[in-house]
């Protein structure tokens, strides 16, 4: 699955998620919204994102929840395009905010969502580890 190896790509590892069954799922929901950015029937970016309501007390907005690019297509704007039309759909749909969460070291990934205009929210990522 290209997707598949866009991530393998990318950690340079083997993948340790099922997009296979994800993907699946997300063209079940007629509400989400997930994009791929093909050129030449070749697969070069993904963007997976869903609609969430009434967690924690937000209103209904969406999540990106995992995207990725071709490491040798990168910097040639393709994430920004799959960014845009994740917005141009939410926003045809009333959606008025999109979240995500990216790790705190990740300057690369920080930054790309920066040039996109997200900002730190009200919302704190915190864990616990089992």
């Known amino acids: 699955m290209a997707v598949t190896r866009i991530d393998r790509a990318i950690t340079k590892m083997p993948s340790r998620i099922d997009f296979e069954r994800i993907l699946g799922e997300e063209i079940e929901r007629e509400t989400d919204a997930s994009f791929v950015a093909v050129i030449n029937r070749k697969v070069l970016g993904f ?11 937000a209103d209904q907005c969406a999540w ?3 995207f990725g690019v071709d490491p040798k297509y990168m910097g040639q704007g393709i994430g920004i395009r799959l960014a845009e039309e994740i917005f141009e759909y939410y926003k045809s749909k009333g959606i008025a905010k999109i ?23 009200d919302f704190i990522n915190l864990r616990k580890i089992l």
Do not use: H
């Open 99 to 121: 979240y995500t969460s990216v790790r705190w070291d990740s300057t690369d990934i920080l930054s790309f969502f920066k040039i996109l205009g997200f900002e730190r929210s």
């Open 47 to 57: 963007m997976i994102s869903y609609i969430t309501s009434g967690n924690f007390g």
């Open 64 to 66: 990106i929840a995992m």
